[in-house]
C-alpha cells in the first residue's frame, strides 16, 4: 500500500533532462523525513540512488539530483542515457502508524 | 565487500509458511549502525517493506504483516530469516534482504540489496 505517488512513467531522448515526483503526505515527506531514491534497472536488485534528499553514494554520476520542498520531492536525471532505463522509487519514514517505511509507486523511465 | 544472499524454497503452499534465509558476508551483523531489512516485490509491481531487525534483537514490522511475521537473527552465523505464517496467493514476490544502514540526522536508508528470491504461493 504505497503511500508515496509517483507517476508512472516519463520518457526522453537521449541527452534530455527527465523529473519524476514523488508526493507523500503530512505524515510522511510533509513532515519533514528525508526522501531517499532507488534505480531498479531490468532484471536486478534496486540499488540506492540517492540518499537524505539529494546525496549521492560513491559511483552514482552526478546526472542525477534531487530536491525536497513541502510534502513532496523529485529526482532529476539530465543528460539522459540509454543506460539509465529502468525503474525509480522514492523512499521515505511515515509516522501514521499504518506502516513506517514507504515506497513510492515508481516510475519507468524510457529512453527514446 | 557486502553481499547479502537469499535462500530459500521458491515454491510454498497456501497456508502454509514461507522462511528465506539471508547470509550476509563482508561485514558484521553486529555494528550499531546496521539494521537488517527485507522488503518484497509481487511480480510486475512496487516495492513493500515487510520488516527490519537490529542484532540485539529488536524489530519493526510492517503492521498489516506483524501477525504473521518473524525475523529471527542469528549473527554468529551472519544470518537472519524471515518467516511468514498462512501465506496466500497475494504474498507471492521477490523478497529481498537489505542491509538497512542508520545514519544520523537521517532517516535509515536501504543501501545494500541481496539478488532476490521469487517464492511463488501456489498448490
Known amino acids: 500500500q504505497s503511500v508515496l505517488t509517483q507517476p508512472p512513467s516519463v520518457s526522453g531522448a537521449p541527452g534530455q533532462r527527465v523529473t519524476i515526483s514523488c508526493t507523500g503526505s503530512s505524515s510522511n515527506i510533509g513532515a519533514g523525513y528525508d526522501v531517499h531514491w532507488y534505480q531498479q534497472l531490468p532484471g536486478t536488485s534496486p540499488k540506492l540512488l540517492l540518499y537524505a534528499n539529494n546525496n549521492r553514494p560513491s559511483g552514482v554520476p552526478d546526472r542525477f539530483s534531487g530536491s525536497k520542498s513541502g510534502a513532496s520531492a523529485s529526482l532529476a536525471i539530465t543528460g539522459l542515457q540509454a543506460e539509465d532505463e529502468g525503474d525509480y522509487y522514492c523512499?521515505?519514514?511515515?509516522?501514521?502508524?499504518?506502516?513506517?517505511?514507504?515506497f513510492g509507486t515508481g516510475t519507468k523511465v524510457t529512453v527514446l | 565487500q557486502l553481499q547479502l544472499q537469499e535462500s530459500g524454497p521458491g515454491l510454498v503452499k497456501p497456508s502454509e509458511t514461507l522462511s528465506l534465509t539471508c547470509t550476509v558476508s563482508?561485514?558484521?551483523?553486529?555494528?550499531?549502525?546496521?539494521?537488517w531489512a527485507w522488503i518484497r516485490q509481487p511480480p510486475g509491481k512496487g516495492l513493500e517493506w515487510i520488516g527490519s531487525?537490529?542484532?540485539?534483537?529488536?524489530?519493526y514490522y510492517e503492521p498489516s504483516l506483524k501477525s504473521r511475521l518473524s525475523l529471527p537473527l542469528d549473527a554468529s552465523k551472519n544470518q537472519f530469516s524471515l518467516n511468514l505464517t498462512s501465506v496466500t496467493a497475494a504474498d507471492t514476490a521477490i523478497y529481498y534482504c537489505v542491509r538497512h544502514f542508520v545514519v544520523a540526522g537521517s532517516i535509515p536508508q536501504f543501501d545494500h540489496w541481496g539478488q532476490g528470491s521469487l517464492v511463488i504461493v501456489s498448490s
Open positions: 531487525i537490529y542484532y540485539s534483537g529488536r524489530a
Open positions: 523512499q521515505s519514514y511515515d509516522n501514521s502508524r499504518s506502516t513506517l517505511y514507504v
Open positions: 563482508g561485514d558484521s551483523m553486529t555494528s550499531s549502525s546496521y539494521y
